[in-house]
């Protein structure tokens, strides 16, 4: 078998990216380890910035999204019973959208069969092959025989635990990490949300976050200890300690249900660089993780795909290899941008084990910036609705 371009994994990244191709005329063949049942039962994020959104569209997979997305035009920030509100439109002249990875990935699914694109599931024991050569291959087994794939160049998007990424040598390599001493425990529930818009609130028992993804399913969050359980969770519990974080007024209009999934996500910061080894790129989670406070995630992903999909098609279209060759630079510049303010956020809005008066006075003091200054607020919103790609 052979193709232009093989994509490994078959996430929101991999199928963005083989849709952007193949509706170019550059084939594409994506190999996914998991079903695509499994694929579409992962819970994500789902705040959108205008650069995805702009991004869904071109690829022919935004129809759905303009239909049931929410546009949020701010979100609160609460601290000591105080709400404070970033007005987007007013602080930088943009919004973002709601809309939930799960159907941004079956919006892309569809899009991708419509196309008659390939996809491989149910990939074991993949192995990248002659990266630095001129003629690299990928192989895997699937039902107990063995496979492979030619191709021109590689796209990695199997994620942080993804093969791709450890393919580069160790010592060309370089990562950077930040593992935070707490996770998230989440909570979705058929109950309509608590507002219209996300409340990130700090709290000295720990943070907490009104999230939702349509009229009547919410998702929640509490920040907890590492060593914490989801069965330690029950949902009464779960209730109890979300309404004691949040602010009385919105506490007091919370509507409460069964939970319809419960999950624990640990936080960290992660870039590998470079992005490029030979043949082979990375996007994605494959090359870097944020911690969810800034909704950054899938962002990025998208952002690494726009920056490559532009390299590959003038390397097809023009035989131009400065979008290649320039990918790892230009990506890497938006991601450490996307790190610092995902950082900062987590920083200003969680309570660490180590923090001292001092620590938590800095966060009463950055808050208040948020509530009183216009530049404060312009910075949080640029960063927040996406910078330019």
Same mark, same amino acid.
Request: charged share 25%; net charge negative; hydrophobic share 40%.
């Given at each position: ?42 819970? !994500? ?230 992005? !490029? ?113």
């Amino acid at each position: 078998m052979r193709t232009q371009v093989a994509i490994i994994g078959g996430g929101p990244s991999g199928l963005l990216l083989s849709q952007l191709l193949n509706k170019a005329g550059i084939s594409t063949v994506v190999l996914e380890r998991q079903s695509r049942e499994h694929v579409l039962s992962r819970i !994500r994020a789902g705040v959108l910035e205008r650069c995805t959104v702009d991004l869904l569209n071109e690829a022919g997979a935004g129809a759905r999204m303009a239909r049931e997305g929410f546009a949020h035009h701010g979100c609160y920030l609460s601290s000591d019973q105080q709400m404070i509100r970033v007005d987007f439109q007013e602080a930088c002249g943009h919004k973002v959208m709601v809309y939930g990875q799960t159907e941004v990935t079956r919006d892309l699914y569809e899009a991708q069969d419509a196309l008659g694109a390939t996809h491989i599931h149910g990939v074991e024991n993949v192995v990248l092959h002659d990266l630095k050569g001129g003629a690299p291959y990928v192989t895997w087994q699937k039902d107990g025989e063995s496979h492979r794939l030619d191709c021109d160049f590689i796209a990695g998007c199997d994620g942080f635990h993804g093969v791709s990424r450890r393919t580069i040598p160790e010592d060309v390599r370089r990562e950077y990490e930040k593992v935070y001493p707490f996770g998230w425990l989440g909570v979705l529930s058929e109950t309509p949300p608590v507002r219209d818009e996300l409340i990130y609130a700090n709290h000295p028992r720990g943070f907490a976050l009104a999230s939702m993804r349509n009229e009547m399913l919410s998702r929640y969050y509490i920040q907890v200890p590492l060593t914490d359980k989801v069965e330690d969770w029950s949902d009464d519990a779960f209730w109890a300690e979300l309404k004691a974080r949040l602010p009385q007024d919105v506490a007091a209009d919370l509507v409460t249900g069964p939970s319809i999934e419960k999950s624990i996500a640990p936080l960290r910061s992660f870039v590998s660089e470079p992005l !490029r080894w030979g043949a082979l790129f990375l996007c994605g989670d494959a090359a870097h993780i944020v911690p969810p406070t800034g909704a950054k995630g899938l962002n990025l992903a998208t952002s690494d795909v726009h920056y490559l999909s532009q390299g590959l098609l003038a390397h097809y279209n023009d035989n131009d290899p400065s979008g290649l060759d320039g990918y790892s630079q230009k990506a890497l510049a938006r991601i450490w941008k996307a790190m610092r303010f995902s950082w900062s956020v987590t920083t200003m809005m969680h309570s660490f084990p180590q923090h001292s008066d001092f620590d938590r006075q800095m966060q009463r003091v950055e808050l208040e910036l948020l509530a009183t200054d216009p530049a404060a607020r312009k910075l949080f919103a640029e960063a927040y609705t996406g910078t330019p790609l």
